[in-house]
């Protein structure tokens, strides 16, 4: 069973959005860029954990304001947690993210999370 923590969350869910589903999505709003999250379940399966054991991660993660739930939506970004998940797609993922993003894509969200 795989350690829990709320990095290792999303360094799994860059994994799942990049390298399983290969779809991101993005909503905009005024001032906000927003990455749609894994589901909680998607997450659990992918870490091989039970569900339960990723919820309260979800709950810290909305008290540290990375992620918002939104109803009928699911889970998106926050702009410090869409910062977070580019910092890491950038990091250690950007051949992958080119393939998926494309350069200009991947450059507005660079300059758009700095």
């Known amino acids: 069973m795989a350690a829990l923590s709320v990095d290792g969350i999303f360094e799994a869910a860059v994994k799942i959005l990049l390298e399983e589903e290969k ?5 905009f709003s005024p001032g906000n860029l927003m990455i749609r999250f894994p589901t909680t379940r998607r997450l659990a399966e992918y870490l091989k954990v039970p569900h339960y054991y990723v919820l309260p991660y979800f709950a810290m993660m909305e008290e ?14 926050t702009p410090s947690g869409t910062k977070k998940l580019v910092e890491i797609i950038t990091g250690g993922y950007r051949d992958t993210a080119l393939l998926l993003l494309g350069e200009n894509v991947l450059s507005h969200l660079e300059s758009r999370t700095r």
């Open 23 to 27: 779809v991101i999505n993005l909503v």
């Open 64 to 77: 540290m304001q990375l992620v918002t739930r939104a109803e009928r939506v699911g889970i998106l970004t």
